[in-house]
């Protein structure tokens, strides 16, 4: 597998290649209705994508304002690759640069094990989100 390269960006600027694998990813893959995958937070986060070498977008995640982790996809080609990891630690790397005390994400049921292994803890039950089982995980960045 060739590698990638991963950057910091903002919807304005990329928002057609962050789309392209978020479709993929959730409405093509997973099912996830077209009207639910674009919300009015796209436009107020930060992103980061990944691209491959010859320059094909194959990994994104978000940041909100409010420290909340989402919309993190990897087209299933590049999948233990070092790509959601990396996304992982650039969205964390962000939040403590904002400020974040903590960050907290929805993760889908089947991932929860990848962010433990990255400092997140569950917290209350599983719950339906598109269709989809997910759990609330939070992970604490700066120390009280």
């Known amino acids: 597998m060739p590698g990638f390269t991963l950057r910091r960006t903002v919807w304005s600027e990329d928002a057609p290649r962050l789309q392209e694998v978020r479709f993929e990813v959730f409405v093509r893959e997973q099912g996830v209705p077209l009207e639910l995958e674009w919300d009015e937070f796209d436009a107020l986060s930060r992103h980061v994508l990944a691209t491959s070498h010859d320059g ?21 080609a590049w999948r233990r690759c070092g790509v959601g ?60």
């Open 56 to 76: 094909r977008a194959v990994g994104t995640g978000r940041l909100l304002p409010n420290g909340h982790i989402g919309r993190m996809a990897v087209l299933a």
């Open 85 to 144: 990891r990396a996304i992982l630690t650039e969205l964390l790397a962000m939040a403590r640069e904002e400020g974040h005390a903590s960050v907290v994400l929805h993760a889908q049921t089947h991932a929860t094990g990848f962010y433990a292994r990255h400092g997140f803890e569950p917290e209350g039950d599983a719950f339906l989100e598109a269709g989809i089982p997910h759990r609330t995980m939070r992970r604490q960045l700066l120390t009280k």
